[in-house]
């Protein structure tokens, strides 16, 4: 599986960025795909995952209600809309891949063996 961040940049807090994640290789079923962030000095942390199907999105506290992730089956690309961003979401974003994952799972990146090279993410006060 190869996967494909991008979409990443400069925003002034309150700006939008969407980024998007690029998928080959594989035939997704029940699958999810996640993103997931590392700030500088920081743990890498679960931002959102959604299921291939499109049956089910999950999120992090911090991110709810700001973050939409959704998925294109044709482009075989997962996006991450980020909204009234602030400057605690910089980070590099990662996006991956869990073939196995279920619900209580999807938040662990022990549960993803695949994983994107990274896009960042800087957001200015």
């Known amino acids: 599986v190869q996967l494909q961040a991008s979409g990443g940049g400069l925003v002034q807090a309150g700006g939008s960025l969407r980024l998007s994640c690029a998928a080959s290789?594989?035939?997704?079923?029940?699958?999810?795909v996640g993103w997931f962030r590392q700030a500088p000095g920081k743990e890498r942390e679960f931002v959102a995952a959604i299921r291939w199907s499109g049956s089910s999105r999950y999120y992090a506290d911090s991110v709810k209600g700001r973050f939409t992730i959704s998925r294109d089956v044709a482009k075989n690309t997962v996006y991450l809309q980020m909204n009234s961003l602030k400057p605690e979401d910089t980070a590099v974003y990662y996006c991956a891949v869990s073939p196995r994952a279920i619900a209580t799972s999807v938040v662990r990146e022990g549960s993803y063996p695949y994983w994107g090279q990274g896009t960042l993410v800087t957001v200015s006060s």
């Open positions: 290789g594989r035939t997704f079923s029940n699958d999810a």
